[in-house]
């Protein structure tokens, strides 16, 4: 098939903003932004966009797909394994022309596992069709994309698809269906309002601090507009009612023109009156609110009598054996259809129906002039969606920058106003590298042999638009990475490069189409930029330009596994393949592990098994062993809701501590650990990038301008602030629920005492920013004769939880008897508390997993030398001690914050999947098998309305993941589908060192010899045997037992 569609022509006609190849004659045609729309189809898994991409392209695509293949071929899915599983699997754009306009179209994969190539797509267009399954409704994928569209900005408008499943499927009657569709649209509505919501509070918030400090500016009020009205309304045009399958599709516009004059009515009129509860009153011939109609009762909205209704006639007549074809005839007469009656006497009822539909309503002119008419062009699409692709960025003016920033600012008006001029700054953004074997490529190209580097037969081309100015084929550009700041002179070295563009293209799927030069507001294949960027970069003609702001994923690979060779002697091959493949998948992540081990992540299962057959077939083209998945674990202690404040009792000044001397006896260190409330724990762990970037000093307006570029949606306010009251929420909750009513002055004490923790901050570990906190010790208490090192609370500091002044106050009281040299030696001592704290907290003591959520306290008392050794041993033992010391006070820190996790109640933590399954009602039984097997804990199961479908709603650990979409469709007949987010982390409750000791105990598990371990001592053994750690297991406790227990079997 390959073949066929490379070899189709290429006469998509006339191509307003290109300038050919061949033809250099054109090259001053004049081009019309405003006749350019570039959208994308975004949609759950299955929801039929390659199916509805198919029929817009047969019709508007330039002949490269016969309409009769419209439906059956899904063109988009080129690749041999997405035509195998029946999905898309990445994205892609094809350039249509309907009627004067050019439309670039990407079409988008749905599954979880390749949700990023809907943000590649999503940051290129303007405008998204978001297509839904009438039976199936929203599905979690649904939500994504809406927040996708959101994020970047776009325009978007809904088609409903499928809805033939509710006339042949469901059998529902014309009211039920408009029911169904009017709940599922407002369901669609109440998304985005959602996201509407988010932002208008947070710009609500971020005025009212602004009146608060008694200077509100006039232009804070202007971003509070609530929209209260919906987003998608039929009514307004940007609804569709569609048929993928059978090519076919409306809008109320379509009907109200028909009607117009029929009713004697004007078409506006009738077009609001199509959608919502208006009613027709035959006799008086008026359109009607609910109360003006006689007969209440049985009285149908007008969309179900004058649309949905015609429509289940044709439908049933057609379809059902009894159908009454005079019925047909009348339909096709009143709505003036001229059809061929040669198709009408066709055999095949489907044919017919066909035939009828698709010129009855026509899908590919329904949708096209929905994207036409409701969606922007580029010049007025770049004018709102600059703030996020650029971003304002407050700098302090100097005179050295001051030049920089005054082009700086040139690019950014220009790609605001989509400047297509040839002397306007050329910007373009690629939003992903992709592979394509070299064979693809045009001809005389290959000819040419200006082919880039490697043998594996492939070449990388850039998926691009271009936001500014003209880019053309043999131009040079500047590479910017998404870290290049024009301010800084070291910057040009690191993240910026030069690059010649060696062909443009215009894409058809997968076929090339070389264009000599493109216009701001077209989208490209670029050739020649391979050897320049990994994933995603910003052109620019200008070095003094902001890149564009990064794209947003919605999940990060999680799925890792460790690649081989077979043959060991093909090491060379694999990595070459493996670095093939990273900058072939914009989501694939490539590491060596620690062990030297290569490592694959994906994000989920059906990635990784592309991954892996294109590693072998494309890529590195030898055998491969895969591991099984590398799970990661965390490791925490006991502590639930129920003793929140005994454990923190425990921590300020109980004597429970674990006390380690280091080898010289110079240091003694105790430890002391508490959980942190898993509210905050969860806290920090999200915000582990943000929190970097202020523990690494980074100021408040770069702080704010980075956590817009990261995308989120609150944008107003001050990221620092944010954070801390984020913090202080956390425990608060933690509060309210785990402690009654009853005890109001202790949660007063819990809160106080926590107000103090927090000014206590050291690090947060592993790795500066993860979920544990180290706090500095308290002052009270001492060693005879000793010092304590203090530390410095830096990261309450960086975030603000001490007041000036108050952290410093501790320097000043010292034991009596500490010379200056001691303190001194405190202090330099620091780093080695910290680093044994961060090195304790990256590996725990149960399997060399991160520590989570836990909270230590050190204190390390360091003693004076032995006086009693003369003075010239002295210096010589302490220039020799000195660097050993500080790594034994280090390992002495270690040791001691592992051994205090051992001794309070150690327990593994998983991470779960969020899972959401559909299951018709007869497999339900054969689903809850599966996900007991599992270990799922089920959340929330529910009859869909109207359809034969359970949705349940689940949590599956990631350990048990594997495999379980294969065992789900063997055991249900492929009947129920699932698809896995990665949701949270969460501690066993299972003691993994438990032993049963009470009678009730043995009576119930066994005495600890004849029971198999529990789950989590098995996943411990696991970790620790793949990792190469000592493995504790008793092979045979009770000989004769067992002998027992065998026989009775
Ligand atoms: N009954 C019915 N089936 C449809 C319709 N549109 C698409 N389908 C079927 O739904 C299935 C999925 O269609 P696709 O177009 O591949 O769906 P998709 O949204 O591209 O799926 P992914 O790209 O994998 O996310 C196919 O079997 C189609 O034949 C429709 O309007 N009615
Ligand atoms: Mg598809």
């Given at each position: 098939m390959a073949e066929k569609i490379s070899e189709a022509s290429f006469n998509a006609t006339e191509k307003q903003s290109f300038v050919e190849s061949d033809d250099s004659s054109n090259s001053d045609k004049k081009s019309d932004p405003n006749l350019v729309r570039n959208i994308c189809?975004?949609?759950?898994?299955?929801?039929?966009?390659?199916?509805?991409?198919?029929?817009?392209?047969?019709?508007?695509?330039?002949?490269?797909?016969?309409?009769?293949?419209?439906?059956?071929?899904?063109?988009?899915?080129?690749?041999?394994?997405?035509?195998?599983?029946a999905i898309t699997m990445k994205s892609s754009s094809i350039a249509l022309q309907f009627k004067s306009y050019f439309i670039n179209l990407i079409d988008s994969p749905g599954h979880m596992d390749f949700c990023s190539e809907v943000s590649t797509a999503a940051r290129l267009s303007d405008g998204a069709l978001v297509l839904v399954d009438a039976v199936e409704g929203v599905h979690i994928q649904t939500h994504a994309v809406l927040r996708q569209a959101w994020i970047e900005k776009l325009t978007p408008c809904l088609v409903l698809n499928k809805v033939d499943r509710l006339i042949c499927e469901l059998r529902l009657s014309p009211m039920e269906a408009y029911n169904r569709l009017l709940r599922i649209i407002h369901e669609v509505n109440g998304i985005v309002s959602a996201f509407q919501s988010e932002k208008y509070l947070s710009d609500v918030d971020s005025m009212l601090s602004v009146v608060a400090s008694g200077d509100a500016g006039e232009e804070n009020y202007e971003f509070i507009d609530n929209e209260e009205e919906d987003t998608f309304q039929p009514q307004k045009g940007n609804v569709i009612f569609a048929c993928a399958l059978d090519g076919w599709g409306f809008g109320v516009y379509d009907f109200a023109e028909f009607y117009a004059s029929k009713l004697g009515a004007s078409s506006a009129a009738l077009q609001k009156a199509l959608w919502g509860p208006h009613y027709f009153n035959a006799k008086t011939k008026m359109i009607v609110g609910k109360k003006g109609i006689s007969s209440?009762?049985?009285?149908?909205?007008?969309?179900?009598?004058?649309?949905?209704?015609?429509?289940?006639?044709?439908?049933?007549?057609?379809?059902?054996?009894?159908?009454?074809?005079?019925?047909?005839?009348?339909?096709?007469?009143?709505?003036?259809?001229?059809?061929?009656?040669?198709?009408?006497?066709?055999?095949?009822?489907?044919?017919?129906?066909?035939?009828?539909?698709?010129?009855?309503?026509?899908?590919?002119?329904?949708?096209?002039?929905?994207?036409?008419?409701?969606?922007?062009?580029?010049?007025?699409?770049?004018?709102?969606?600059?703030?996020?692709?650029?971003?304002?960025?407050?700098?302090?003016?100097?005179?050295?920058?001051?030049?920089?920033?005054?082009?700086?600012?040139?690019?950014?008006?220009?790609?605001?106003?989509?400047?297509?001029?040839?002397?306007?700054?050329c910007v373009a953004f690629v939003s992903k590298m992709f592979a394509v074997p070299i064979k693809m490529l045009p001809r005389g190209e290959i000819l040419n042999n200006s082919v880039d580097e490697n043998d594996s037969g492939e070449c990388f081309l850039a998926f691009a638009r271009i936001f500014s100015g003209v880019l053309f084929a043999g131009q040079r550009v500047f590479v910017l990475s998404a870290l290049y700041d024009p301010l800084k002179e070291e910057s040009k070295q690191k993240h910026v490069q030069e690059a010649d563009l060696q062909s443009l293209y215009l894409m058809m799927g997968q076929g090339l189409k070389p264009v000599a030069s493109a216009k701001a507001g077209n989208i490209v294949a670029i050739r020649g930029l391979s050897q320049h960027i990994l994933k995603s970069a910003t052109l620019s003609s200008t070095i003094h330009s902001w890149p564009f702001s990064s794209m947003v994923f919605q999940v990060a690979p999680t799925l890792k596994v460790a690649i081989e060779p077979s043959d060991p002697a093909d090491m060379g091959a694999l990595m070459k393949g493996l670095r093939l493949l990273n900058r072939a998948d914009p989501f694939v992540e490539v590491t060596v592990s620690a062990r030297g081990e290569h490592v694959l992540a994906a994000a989920g299962e059906v990635h990784l098994e592309r991954c892996v057959k294109d590693l072998k077939e494309r890529f590195a083209k030898v055998s491969l062993e895969v591991s099984p998945p590398l799970v990661s674990y965390k490791e925490t202690i006991e502590g639930e809701m129920t003793n929140t404040l005994e454990n923190l009792k425990l921590f300020s000044g109980s004597s429970d501590y674990v006390e380690k001397t280091t080898p010289n006896g110079r240091c003694a260190v105790r430890v002391q650990v508490m959980r942190l409330p898993t509210p905050l724990t969860k806290l920090l762990d999200e915000s582990s990038e943000l929190l970097?970037?202020?523990?690494?000093?980074?100021?408040?307006?770069?702080?704010?301008?980075?956590?817009?570029?990261?995308?989120?949606?609150?944008?107003?306010?001050n990221p620092i602030e944010a954070l801390k009251k984020r913090m202080m929420d956390a425990i608060d909750n933690d509060l309210s629920s785990g402690i009654s009513e009853m005890e109001?002055?202790?949660?007063?004490?819990?809160?106080?005492?926590?107000?103090?923790?927090?000014?206590r901050i050291w690090a947060l570990g592993p790795r500066q920013v993860g979920p544990n906190i180290l706090f500095t010790p308290g002052r009270e208490k001492s060693i005879e004769g000793s010092v304590l090192i203090k530390g410095f609370p830096y990261v309450s500091d960086r975030l603000g939880f001490c007041d000036v002044g108050e952290s410093n106050g501790t320097t000043g009281e010292s034991s009596p008897i500490a010379d200056e040299m001691l303190l001194r030696e405190a202090e330099s001592l620091e780093s080695s508390v910290l680093s044994g704290f961060q090195l304790a907290t990256s590996a725990g003591p149960l399997c060399d997993e991160?520590?989570?959520?836990?909270?230590?306290?050190?204190?390390?008392?360091?003693?004076?030398?032995?006086?009693?050794?003369?003075?010239?041993?002295?210096?010589?033992?302490?220039?020799?001690?000195?660097?050993?010391?500080?790594?034994?006070?280090?390992?002495?820190?270690?040791?001691?914050?592992?051994?205090?996790?051992?001794?309070?109640?150690?327990?593994?933590?998983?991470?779960?999947?969020?899972?959401?399954?559909?299951?018709?009602?007869?497999?339900?039984?054969?689903?809850?098998?599966?996900?007991?097997?599992?270990?799922?804990?089920?959340?929330?199961?529910?009859?869909?309305?109207?359809?034969?479908?359970?949705?349940?709603?689940?949590?599956?650990?990631?350990?048990?993941?594997?495999?379980?979409?294969?065992?789900?469709?063997?055991?249900?007949?492929?009947?129920?589908?699932?698809?896995?987010?990665?949701?949270?982390?969460?501690?066993?409750?299972?003691?993994?060192?438990?032993?049963?000791?009470?009678?009730?105990?043995?009576?119930?598990?066994?005495?600890?010899?004849?029971?198999?371990?529990?789950?989590?001592?098995?996943?411990?053994?696991?970790?620790?045997?793949?990792?190469?750690?000592?493995?504790?297991?008793?092979?045979?406790?009770?000989?004769?037992?067992?002998?027992?227990?065998?026989?009775?079997?």
């Amino acid at each position: 098939m390959a073949e066929k569609i490379s070899e189709a022509s290429f006469n998509a006609t006339e191509k307003q903003s290109f300038v050919e190849s061949d033809d250099s004659s054109n090259s001053d045609k004049k081009s019309d932004p405003n006749l350019v729309r570039n959208i994308c189809i975004l949609a759950h898994v299955d929801h039929g966009k390659t199916t509805l991409a198919d029929h817009l392209i047969a019709s508007y695509g330039g002949g490269v797909l016969h309409p009769k293949q419209a439906g059956k071929l899904r063109f988009m899915d080129y690749l041999d394994e997405e035509q195998r599983r029946a999905i898309t699997m990445k994205s892609s754009s094809i350039a249509l022309q309907f009627k004067s306009y050019f439309i670039n179209l990407i079409d988008s994969p749905g599954h979880m596992d390749f949700c990023s190539e809907v943000s590649t797509a999503a940051r290129l267009s303007d405008g998204a069709l978001v297509l839904v399954d009438a039976v199936e409704g929203v599905h979690i994928q649904t939500h994504a994309v809406l927040r996708q569209a959101w994020i970047e900005k776009l325009t978007p408008c809904l088609v409903l698809n499928k809805v033939d499943r509710l006339i042949c499927e469901l059998r529902l009657s014309p009211m039920e269906a408009y029911n169904r569709l009017l709940r599922i649209i407002h369901e669609v509505n109440g998304i985005v309002s959602a996201f509407q919501s988010e932002k208008y509070l947070s710009d609500v918030d971020s005025m009212l601090s602004v009146v608060a400090s008694g200077d509100a500016g006039e232009e804070n009020y202007e971003f509070i507009d609530n929209e209260e009205e919906d987003t998608f309304q039929p009514q307004k045009g940007n609804v569709i009612f569609a048929c993928a399958l059978d090519g076919w599709g409306f809008g109320v516009y379509d009907f109200a023109e028909f009607y117009a004059s029929k009713l004697g009515a004007s078409s506006a009129a009738l077009q609001k009156a199509l959608w919502g509860p208006h009613y027709f009153n035959a006799k008086t011939k008026m359109i009607v609110g609910k109360k003006g109609i006689s007969s209440a009762a049985k009285a149908r909205p007008m969309f179900v009598q004058f649309i949905l209704e015609p429509l289940w006639q044709v439908y049933r007549s057609t379809l059902e054996s009894d159908g009454d074809r005079g019925v047909l005839e009348k339909v096709i007469k009143s709505f003036n259809l001229s059809i061929p009656s040669r198709e009408l006497q066709n055999k095949d009822p489907k044919a017919v129906l066909q035939a009828v539909m698709s010129r009855w309503l026509p899908l590919s002119d329904t949708i096209l002039s929905m994207v036409v008419k409701c969606m922007p062009d580029p010049v007025a699409a770049q004018s709102f969606r600059i703030s996020r692709l650029l971003p304002k960025r407050d700098t302090f003016e100097n005179a050295d920058s001051s030049d920089v920033l005054t082009e700086a600012e040139l690019v950014r008006k220009s790609v605001e106003a989509c400047d297509s001029s040839p002397t306007a700054p050329c910007v373009a953004f690629v939003s992903k590298m992709f592979a394509v074997p070299i064979k693809m490529l045009p001809r005389g190209e290959i000819l040419n042999n200006s082919v880039d580097e490697n043998d594996s037969g492939e070449c990388f081309l850039a998926f691009a638009r271009i936001f500014s100015g003209v880019l053309f084929a043999g131009q040079r550009v500047f590479v910017l990475s998404a870290l290049y700041d024009p301010l800084k002179e070291e910057s040009k070295q690191k993240h910026v490069q030069e690059a010649d563009l060696q062909s443009l293209y215009l894409m058809m799927g997968q076929g090339l189409k070389p264009v000599a030069s493109a216009k701001a507001g077209n989208i490209v294949a670029i050739r020649g930029l391979s050897q320049h960027i990994l994933k995603s970069a910003t052109l620019s003609s200008t070095i003094h330009s902001w890149p564009f702001s990064s794209m947003v994923f919605q999940v990060a690979p999680t799925l890792k596994v460790a690649i081989e060779p077979s043959d060991p002697a093909d090491m060379g091959a694999l990595m070459k393949g493996l670095r093939l493949l990273n900058r072939a998948d914009p989501f694939v992540e490539v590491t060596v592990s620690a062990r030297g081990e290569h490592v694959l992540a994906a994000a989920g299962e059906v990635h990784l098994e592309r991954c892996v057959k294109d590693l072998k077939e494309r890529f590195a083209k030898v055998s491969l062993e895969v591991s099984p998945p590398l799970v990661s674990y965390k490791e925490t202690i006991e502590g639930e809701m129920t003793n929140t404040l005994e454990n923190l009792k425990l921590f300020s000044g109980s004597s429970d501590y674990v006390e380690k001397t280091t080898p010289n006896g110079r240091c003694a260190v105790r430890v002391q650990v508490m959980r942190l409330p898993t509210p905050l724990t969860k806290l920090l762990d999200e915000s582990s990038e943000l929190l970097g970037d202020i523990i690494g000093g980074k100021s408040k307006q770069v702080l704010k301008s980075l956590e817009t570029l990261r995308g989120s949606i609150v944008q107003d306010e001050n990221p620092i602030e944010a954070l801390k009251k984020r913090m202080m929420d956390a425990i608060d909750n933690d509060l309210s629920s785990g402690i009654s009513e009853m005890e109001r002055d202790r949660i007063e004490k819990y809160r106080t005492l926590w107000r103090t923790l927090l000014k206590r901050i050291w690090a947060l570990g592993p790795r500066q920013v993860g979920p544990n906190i180290l706090f500095t010790p308290g002052r009270e208490k001492s060693i005879e004769g000793s010092v304590l090192i203090k530390g410095f609370p830096y990261v309450s500091d960086r975030l603000g939880f001490c007041d000036v002044g108050e952290s410093n106050g501790t320097t000043g009281e010292s034991s009596p008897i500490a010379d200056e040299m001691l303190l001194r030696e405190a202090e330099s001592l620091e780093s080695s508390v910290l680093s044994g704290f961060q090195l304790a907290t990256s590996a725990g003591p149960l399997c060399d997993e991160p520590m989570w959520g836990l909270a230590f306290v050190v204190e390390a008392f360091i003693s004076p030398i032995d006086r009693q050794s003369n003075e010239d041993n002295i210096s010589i033992q302490q220039a020799e001690q000195y660097g050993m010391f500080t790594g034994q006070v280090m390992t002495a820190v270690k040791e001691a914050c592992r051994a205090a996790v051992l001794q309070r109640k150690p327990r593994l933590v998983e991470a779960l999947y969020f899972c959401e399954l559909n299951t018709p009602t007869e497999y339900l039984g054969s689903m809850y098998a599966v996900l007991a097997r599992r270990r799922a804990r089920v959340i929330k199961e529910e009859m869909q309305e109207g359809s034969p479908l359970f949705t349940v709603n689940a949590y599956v650990p990631v350990t048990e993941s594997f495999g379980f979409a294969d065992e789900l469709r063997r055991w249900t007949s492929g009947a129920s589908s699932a698809l896995l987010v990665l949701s949270h982390w969460e501690p066993l409750l299972e003691d993994p060192f438990f032993v049963p000791k009470t009678e009730e105990e043995i009576e119930e598990h066994g005495d600890g010899s004849s029971v198999p371990q529990n789950t989590a001592r098995k996943l411990i053994n696991a970790v620790r045997r793949r990792k190469g750690l000592p493995v504790e297991e008793k092979v045979v406790q009770h000989a004769t037992k067992q002998r027992t227990l065998a026989r009775k079997v």
